[in-house]
C-alpha cells in the first residue's frame, strides 16, 4: 500500500486548502480512509473520516470548516479545510483501513496569524 500527498503549505488565517491522498495497491473504495493532524509536540489527532459506504464523520472542532470527500475511481481522499486558524497547524496524515491501518507520509500545513 502506498499514498501519495498533496495539498499542503502555508497560508493565512481565514484561508483554504485542500490536501488529497491518492492510495495505490490494495486500498479500493471498501476501505475506510480520513485524516489525522499531529501540531507540534502534540499527539496525532483524528480529524475527519468517510467510511467505505461515503458516511463522513468530523471531529466536533472541525465541523462546518472541513469537508472530507473521496473519488472512488481515483482511490482518492480529500479534505477541504476553510476559515483556517493557527491552531490548524500540524502535519495531516491520511490513512486507510484494512485488517491494519495503513498510514501516508504527511503533509505539513502552517497557517500564519
Known amino acids: 500500500v502506498q499514498f501519495v500527498e498533496s495539498g499542503g503549505g502555508l497560508v493565512q488565517a481565514g484561508g483554504s486548502l485542500r490536501l488529497a491522498c491518492a492510495a495505490s495497491?490494495?486500498?479500493?473504495?471498501?476501505?475506510?480512509m480520513g485524516w489525522y493532524r499531529q501540531a507540534p509536540g502534540k499527539q496525532r489527532e483524528w480529524v475527519a473520516g468517510?467510511?467505505?459506504?461515503?458516511?463522513?464523520y468530523y471531529a466536533d472542532s472541525r465541523k462546518g470548516r472541513f469537508t472530507i470527500s473521496r473519488d472512488n475511481a481515483k482511490n482518492t481522499v480529500y479534505l477541504q479545510m476553510n476559515s483556517l486558524t493557527p491552531e490548524d497547524t500540524g502535519v495531516y496524515y491520511c490513512?486507510?483501513?484494512?485488517?491494519?491501518?495503513?498510514w501516508g507520509q504527511g503533509t505539513q500545513v502552517t497557517v500564519s496569524s
Open positions: 490513512y486507510a483501513d484494512q485488517s491494519t491501518r495503513y
Open positions: 495497491g490494495s486500498i479500493r473504495s471498501t476501505n475506510p
Open positions: 468517510v467510511s467505505s459506504g461515503g458516511t463522513t
